[in-house]
């Protein structure tokens, strides 16, 4: 089980560009969930899909931001244009079942993601 | 007022002492709780689990739950200082969302 994938670890951009983050959730998972943590605000749930489709994305923060999950092995989350106060760790988790004891949330390693 | 609140901290320790986080929440609604631990910079994972009222226990960690207070803390017995951490209070809420507490850094002292 190689746990749930995030590329890039680090991302460092000017204001202005677009960044995207890639995600590969755990096999057989059929949530997936895109959190973003800041020391200010903590961590934020963004958006969840439920079988590639999106089920709430009221935690987007503005229309910056669009995620996608084409099939069940991939999702991406996209900032165009990019902000200095997107900066932030960006982790993407995945659950058989939503945050149950025998299914609990696994996190990916995240993206710190620096925009300048 | 937040939806998870928790101390900050840090909380210090000593080692081998009992470490007590505390964690309350405004949705009276929720039904699921979570307390994550998550190493500096690493991303959290889940220690425990707790969805009724009292007290469940898993090795040296013991989760409550109190419903009609809002309440939900964990004890860490014999803290270690490998139990240094930030402690993240995870709530559900609408039934799908998961909401965290802004954490709580524990340092056990040698």
């Known amino acids: 089980d190689a746990g749930v994938i995030q590329s890039p670890r680090h991302e460092v951009t000017e204001m202005g560009q677009e960044v995207t983050l890639r995600c590969k959730p755990i096999s057989g998972h059929d949530y997936l969930f895109w959190y973003r943590q800041t020391m200010m605000r903590g961590l934020e749930l963004l958006i969840y899909?439920?079988?590639?489709?999106?089920?709430?994305d009221s935690g987007m923060p503005e229309d910056r931001f669009s995620a996608k999950m084409p099939n069940a092995s991939f999702s991406t989350l996209k900032i165009q244009p990019s902000e200095p106060r997107d900066s932030a760790v960006y982790f993407c988790?995945?659950?058989?079942?939503?945050?149950?004891?025998?299914?609990?949330?696994?996190f990916g390693n995240g993206t710190r993601l620096t925009v300048t | 007022q937040k939806e998870v609140e928790q101390n900050s901290g840090p909380l210090s320790v000593p080692e081998g002492a009992i470490a007590s986080l505390n964690c309350t929440y405004s949705?009276?609604?929720?039904?699921?709780f979570f307390w994550y631990r998550q190493y500096s910079g690493k991303s959290p994972e889940l220690i425990m689990s707790i969805y009724s009222n009292g007290d469940k226990e898993d090795g040296r960690f013991t989760a409550q739950l109190n419903k009609a207070s809002q309440y939900v803390s964990l004890l860490i017995r014999d803290s270690q200082p490998s139990d240094s951490a930030t402690y993240l209070c995870?709530?559900?809420?609408?039934?799908?969302?998961?909401?965290f507490g802004a954490g709580t850094i524990l340092r056990v002292k040698s």
């Open positions: 995870a709530v559900n809420k609408d039934g799908n969302k998961l909401v």
């Open positions: 988790a995945s659950s058989a079942t939503y945050g149950t004891d025998n299914s609990p949330l696994h």
């Open positions: 899909f439920n079988n590639n489709v999106p089920i709430d």
């Open positions: 949705d009276r609604g929720s039904q699921s």
